[in-house]
């Protein structure tokens, strides 16, 4: 089938989900056109990204060792660490898309402003050039870590309140020397920029404030990157988590042990918490602990223990919400806890030429999670995949969800988290099922190519 008879696809975004799923239409023959917002591709791990979205700062180093996060024909040097920086990272990304020559079937500095669909069923797409275009398909890549969850607190505060999101090093955006600083928040960017400010030179005083006590996990076990040693796939999860408890209490010991408030939670009852030196920076003293914040008063905090601290700097690393701004129908939007159910994370039922890729916090990689997306996506617009029925696929979402966010506690944070592992294995289980029901229905393409002839 040549590429005029495949449903042409627009690609918002050219971060690691959108040039991995370019690369992948680019492979079938499947035409399609991908917009980024900046001047490279990257998203995320370019680090001061013109585009505004690029939660990167200076030190960091990704979480996920390189044995996990290299697309699967593209491997990482030899000769990287075990956790590489975000450099790396960001070099690996623009040689990727020079390796498979996508460069030039990428625009960049273009936004996708809107993209609604018309009473046909097409895309009609909108750039921050004027220009409109119509697509047959429709891929959201626009990431899910660049609109920044900042809390409201009652009170005024005269220093300087902000997102990690905005933080670049201990002088960017603010010079934090002799500065009482205080992180909000006890996920990895708050560890990261807590262990960093923490060093005696900089911050005063660095408090870390949160509501809940969180089990801070190793980089390191064994001597080993600590994603290297997950249990094998045939082990049931209760089992699993059950000896990883054991081995973490047997390890680390409780955390009250570092002066960190002992967690509500069992470990893996949340996203992990990673680092390899926020504890020994807690234990020797160079990190404080409060509880959440009540009220801003002036120069100082008030923490609903009652303590009050004179402070200069909030930064929250609070998270992010999940954002698609070209959308303006509410059926395309995640619901106000930020839960967006979908089939296999990408597919809306009753919507089917419209893919979500890369809309996960999956354990232990996100980098290369929608490169498995997209060996159905091409398989579906090239005829060879077909969708369960709606009411299938509805049964398949109910049972994925209640398996994925069962053993965490309720938070927005953990709306999207899945199983690396066990996700690979199932959609290559469901690519396969879909290849029968395609046969079955003479390999029709589920979404014809009729943009060209509407544009």
Request: proline residues 7%.
């Amino acid at each position: 089938m040549s590429s005029s008879e495949l449903p042409l696809t627009c690609i918002i975004g050219a971060g690691p989900s959108g040039i991995t799923v370019a690369k992948r239409l680019q492979d079938f023959g499947i035409p399609f056109d991908c917009f980024e917002a900046s001047d490279e591709v990257g998203g995320n791990w370019y680090y001061k990204n013109p585009n505004g979205m690029s939660a990167c700062y200076q030190s960091l180093h990704i979480d996920t060792s390189k044995w996990r996060l290299a697309f699967e024909d593209f491997p990482v040097p030899a000769q990287w660490p075990d956790f590489p920086h975000h450099s790396l990272l960001f070099q690996y990304f623009k040689d990727y898309v020079d390796h498979f020559g996508l460069r030039e079937k990428i625009t960049f500095n273009t936004k996708v402003v809107t993209a609604e669909r018309t009473a046909a069923g097409l895309w009609d797409v909108t750039l921050s050039t004027g220009e409109r275009r119509i697509y047959d398909a429709l891929v959201v890549a626009n990431g899910h870590h660049w609109d920044p969850r900042l809390p409201e607190y009652p009170g005024e505060f005269d220093g300087v309140l902000m997102h990690s999101h905005a933080y670049n090093d201990p002088f960017d955006p603010i010079d934090m020397r002799g500065k009482n600083v205080v992180v909000v928040g006890m996920g990895n960017s708050g560890l990261d920029i807590a262990s960093e400010l923490s060093q005696r030179y900089l911050a005063n005083k660095l408090t870390v404030s949160a509501r809940r006590g969180v089990w801070v996990m190793p980089k390191y076990v064994n001597g080993k990157a600590g994603d290297k040693e997950i249990a094998p796939a045939w082990m049931p999860r209760t089992l699993r988590l059950a000896l990883s408890r054991r081995f973490l209490n047997k390890t680390l010991g409780p955390m009250e042990g570092y002066g960190l408030p002992r967690p509500d939670h069992r470990p893996f009852e949340a996203h992990p918490s990673c680092s390899g030196e926020f504890l020994g920076r807690a234990g020797s003293g160079d990190i404080a602990f409060k509880p959440a914040i009540e009220a801003l008063e002036g120069s100082q905090v008030r923490f609903v223990d009652g303590s009050v601290e004179d402070v200069d700097v909030i930064i929250c690393a609070t998270g992010y919400d999940i954002s698609f701004p070209f959308f303006t129908d509410p059926d395309l939007l995640p619901d106000g806890e930020q839960r967006m159910p979908l089939f296999k994370r990408m597919v809306k039922p009753g919507i089917d030429n419209l893919f979500f890729m890369g809309l996960a916090q999956a354990m232990p990689t996100l980098v290369n999670f929608a490169e498995q997306q997209s060996k159905l996506l091409a398989a579906y617009l090239s005829g060879t995949y077909r969708l369960p029925s709606h009411a299938e696929m509805h049964s398949i979402i109910e049972v994925d969800e209640a398996y994925n966010l069962g053993p965490f506690y309720k938070s927005p944070r953990h709306t999207i988290q899945l199983e690396f592992d066990r996700y690979v294995r199932e959609i290559t289980k469901e690519i396969e099922s879909g290849r029968k029901r395609a046969e079955t229905a003479g390999n029709r393409l589920p979404v014809p190519a009729r943009a060209l002839q509407n544009a």
